[in-house]
């Protein structure tokens, strides 16, 4: 994380010692490396694509051994029991020729 030095002196300041603040750079830094990381979310069960809205847009409801996963777009040509994992909001599956497709999750 870069600040200006000016900004650092001031947080440094704020925080009571230079320790505290390397201390909280560490704990951003380790949050951010483990939201970087893949969430698994078990074996592909099936898909089921739906045409949704005004303008028929195609979602889908994937289901994995973890639960149900609405994504955007028509998920197709995956196997069942491909490996399944979430990362930054997006739902990856992976095939047995290690190419991977990537698909926007829906919050609810």
């Keep these: 994380m870069l600040l200006l030095p000016f900004r650092k ?10 320790a505290a603040y ?8 380790e949050i951010e490396r483990a939201s970087q990381a893949a969430t ?3 074996e592909l069960i099936g898909v ?3 045409h949704v809205g005004f303008f028929n847009r195609a979602e889908s409801i994937v289901e994995t051994s973890e639960g149900f ?3 955007i777009g028509c998920v197709s040509n995956v196997r069942k029991g491909a490996a399944v994992s979430m990362l930054n909001n997006e739902l990856v599956v992976a095939s047995e020729a ?3 497709k990537r698909y926007a999750l829906i919050k609810d």
Excluded: D, Q, Y
């Design 9 to 18: 002196r001031i947080i440094v300041k704020l925080m009571g010692s230079e």
């Design 22 to 29: 390397r201390t909280a750079l560490e704990e951003i830094e």
């Design 40 to 42: 698994e979310l078990g």
């Design 48 to 50: 089921a694509v739906h």
């Design 69 to 71: 996963f609405r994504v």
């Design 98 to 100: 290690g190419v991977t």
